[in-house]
């Protein structure tokens, strides 16, 4: 297809690299791994990767603690690997999202080093400094989302400095013009070294009131959530640094950053995408929905009507932050119901982000006791939250030991379904998940009306049925998704169902379906995809 964007007509795949595969026997994944996961990657059907950040990190928040934005991590294989990793990603069609964290750096990061040893260092004011208020007290009531007041005391200068995650992960100071200018600089690093995009991890908090006033109050539970983030969050001054990164953006062909807004409903996050800002912003509601079509028809309308013409969409079901869709949506080992999201997010408008071990139905690992969290925000609320282990444990290759992952003890446990839940096995048989994934992947990048259709919704029933259009002047298609278990008829107007149609793809037959009286009787758990044209 000549005019296929990536980015947009694409599917990205976002790999936890601790934990895809390991190629040097030390038990944590890295980019030689990857690098011979890559076809695997090509075959299964996806056309680029998102990577958690492999920069050189103490792993307080296992990467998103940087210390050298410019260099990769040993135990990932460096740079030189990296260099390798993109030059066969690129061979492969496979474009390459970095992650970028500039919100904060790691308390090991030089600059902080240097910026804590003394009030006149030339870094000092690199990072949020402030003194105590009444003999000692904290400057404001900002909170840390990872538990206790986000400020800091530092005993050799006597003051205190701001943290919005641990106390590892001071925040920079974004209205210091150097600061801002040598993020650019590290931005046009990885640009000129070729990497095709950015995902931005909470950038809407880089700014913060330049007055510190206190938040306002509200209800909720953890003190975090007890706040409105009105003065640590999405501050004006956030526009004029999009404008000058999306102005460098486009001095490079096709290149493309997409934001995980911290905190934001999808209104806060359409802001920030448009010819001015991001490419696209993360919409989080989507992956907090129960399994009701009434709860995604929402969703994506709300989505769909929020950006209108000024953005595009993207949706997600799991990341390395949240519980995976499997163990969200099934109690048991049954995949019936990941394959009917797996055709809700392949065919939606918008670009589709898949986490890593998703195409096999990938379950959580449980979490039993304190002493093996490794995650600091599962150590901090335990056991209240258990933390994010639990979705990040090592990718699932073949029922041998450790999942084929590692030959040495992997740094977080495999999941004891590996030895039939894992990619050789599902390789083998045709009605596995993960080849429903593969099929699923192939269509949508052979059916343009997939990719560039626009979204009309016909119909969805609070419980059963959620079914919509996908149309182009050339092609119509139509997803019908039974969410229940029963036998449900799907009843449609008769001119939609005038000409001539086929059938895309189904969980549950092989033939195009019987319309009787403009009624399409669904099996329970059916995902249907017809097309027109
Ligand atoms: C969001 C990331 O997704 C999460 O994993 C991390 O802990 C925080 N940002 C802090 O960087
Ligand atoms: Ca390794």
């Not at 910026?115 to 990072?127: C, I, T, V």
Request: with cysteine.
């Amino acid at each position: 297809m000549s005019d296929f964007l990536w980015w947009r007509d694409g599917v990205i795949y976002q790999i936890y690299p601790r934990s895809f595969m390991d190629s040097n026997h030390d038990g944590i994944g890295d980019i030689p791994g990857i690098i011979q996961k890559l076809d695997y990657l090509k075959d299964l059907g996806i056309d680029a990767i998102w990577l958690s950040p492999v920069y050189p990190s103490p792993d307080n928040d296992f990467g998103y603690d940087i210390s050298n934005y410019c260099d990769i991590d040993q135990k990932f294989g460096g740079i030189e690997a990296f260099d390798i990793f993109l030059e066969e990603s690129h061979q492969r069609s496979i474009r390459v999202v970095m992650d970028l964290v500039l919100n904060h750096t790691s308390d090991q990061h030089e600059w902080f080093q240097q910026s804590k040893s003394s009030r006149n260092n030339p870094y000092r004011d690199w990072y949020i400094w402030k003194e105590a208020r009444d003999g000692g007290k904290v400057p404001n009531n900002w909170q840390s989302r990872f538990g206790g007041s986000g400020w800091e005391w530092d005993s050799t200068t006597e003051a205190y400095f701001f943290h919005m995650f641990s106390k590892k992960q001071p925040d920079l100071n974004w209205r210091n013009p150097k600061v801002f200018n040598e993020i650019l600089d590290i931005i046009k690093f990885w640009l000129d070294k070729g990497v095709d995009g950015f995902r931005l991890d909470v950038f809407n908090a880089y700014y913060k009131d330049e007055n510190f006033q206190n938040n306002p109050h509200q209800i909720g539970l953890a003190k975090f959530d007890q706040q409105k983030h009105i003065h640590d969050l999405d501050q004006p001054e956030m526009f004029d640094f999009l404008k000058a990164f999306r102005q460098l953006l486009d001095s490079y062909p096709e290149r493309y950053a997409v934001g995980e807004t911290f905190m934001g409903d999808y209104h806060t996050a359409a802001t920030y995408t448009g010819d001015q800002g991001l490419h696209a912003a993360f919409e989080f509601d989507f992956l907090n929905n129960h399994y009701k079509p009434s709860s995604f028809y929402k969703t994506i309308q709300q989505w769909e009507n929020v950006l209108d013409q000024k953005g595009w969409p993207n949706y997600v079901l799991n990341n390395h932050d949240v519980i995976r869709s499997a163990s969200r949506y099934t109690k048991s080992e049954d995949d019936d119901r990941l394959k009917v999201l797996a055709t809700l997010m392949l065919t939606l408008r918008g670009t589709p982000f898949l986490y890593y071990g998703e195409e096999i139905g990938m379950r959580d690992i449980p979490i039993e006791r304190k002493s093996d969290v490794l995650d600091p925000v599962g150590r901090q609320f335990w056991p209240f939250y258990k933390g994010r282990d639990g979705c990040r444990s090592p990718m699932q290759w073949n029922p041998e030991q450790n999942a084929g992952f590692s030959d040495a003890t992997p740094w977080l446990p495999v999941h004891n379904n590996h030895h039939w839940r894992n990619v050789h096995s599902q390789s083998g048989d045709p009605d596995s998940l993960l080849n429903y994934y593969k099929k699923m992947l192939h269509i949508r990048k052979s059916t343009p009306v997939l990719q560039k259709g626009m979204y009309l919704p016909i119909t969805y029933d609070p419980q059963k049925i959620l079914a919509f259009v996908r149309q182009t002047s050339e092609q119509t298609a139509l997803i019908a998704l039974n969410f229940s278990k029963r036998n449900v008829g799907l009843v449609l107007s008769s001119q939609l169902l005038t000409g001539d149609w086929k059938l895309l793809i189904s969980n549950k037959r092989d033939t195009f379906p019987v319309i009787r009286d403009r009624k399409i009787l669904l099996e329970g758990n059916e995902a249907l995809v017809i097309l027109q044209g």
